[in-house]
T-cell receptor
Framework: DGGITQSPKYLFRKEGQNVTLSCEQN?????MYWYRQDPGQGLRLIYYSQIVNDFQKGDIAEGYSVSREKKESFPLTVTSAQKNPTAFYLC???????????FGPGTRLTVT | EDQVTQSPEALRLQEGESSSLNCSYTVSGLRGLFWYRQDPGKGPEFLFTLYSAGEEKEKERLKATLTKKESFLHITAPKPEDSATYLCAVRVQGAQKLVFGQGTRLTINP
């Protein structure tokens, strides 16, 4: 079955630690995205990538970093510079940036 | 600034009671409007894409329509399994991203 996987489902970290969230897709999509979802707010774009080895900042990139070494994979690192990292993180992919996006199941990150 | 507003924030209906959710947008140039369904603790599930005013799409009990300023998601004779948060998003001209509304939380009581 084609789809998007995110791991882990739940993640707990201490303040000051970097953490990497995994996102893999087997849909052969070119574009991949990372969003953050907070209660009462719409999804906000963190980073996106249209092709391998290239990515662009979204609206809230500060404190985050990404890489795109393979078409299938787009990991997100939440660094200690992110002031409020506790949130639900969603990865998505699409054939291109002009097409509908399909989402993974999400990772809930809690930093204490 | 491109903006998407969904109303109401929450809607509670009885099973079989039809209604509509609203998504209004102010954008510089619409290049697609998207509807998603999201269950608690899960990722959004794609429902529809609409590109031009007057366009309609249907899937089971859901029908999405689009005008020049807003979109409606009509729910006909809903069932409890239709309970979810419904998200609306737009792609604007020249942008590679979607702008999302805050969502409408729909509850269908049996």
């Amino acid at each position: 079955d084609g789809g998007i996987t995110q791991s882990p489902k739940y993640l707990f970290r201490k303040e000051g630690q970097n953490v990497t969230l995994s996102c893999e897709q087997n849909l052969n999509h070119d574009a991949m995205y990372w969003y953050r979802q907070d209660p009462g707010q719409g999804l906000r774009l963190i980073y996106y990538s249209q092709i391998v080895n290239d990515f662009q900042k979204g609206d809230i990139a500060e404190g985050y970093s990404v890489s795109r070494e393979k078409k299938e994979s787009f990991p997100l690192t939440v660094t200690s510079a992110q002031k409020n990292p506790t949130a639900f993180y969603l990865c998505a992919s699409s054939h291109g940036t002009n097409y509908e996006q399909y989402f993974g199941p999400g990772t809930r990150l809690t930093v204490t | 600034e491109d903006q998407v507003t969904q109303s109401p924030e929450a809607l509670r209906l009885q099973e079989g009671e039809s209604s509509s959710l609203n998504c209004s947008y102010t954008v510089s140039g619409l290049r697609g409007l998207f509807w998603y369904r999201q269950d608690p603790g899960k990722g959004p599930e794609f429902l529809f894409t609409l590109y031009s005013a007057g366009e309609e799409k249907e899937k089971e009990r859901l029908k999405a329509t689009l005008t020049k300023k807003e979109s409606f998601l009509h729910i006909t004779a809903p069932k409890p399994e239709d309970s979810a948060t419904y998200l609306c998003a737009v792609r604007v001209q020249g942008a590679q991203k979607l702008v999302f509304g805050q969502g409408t939380r729909l509850t269908i009581n049996p």
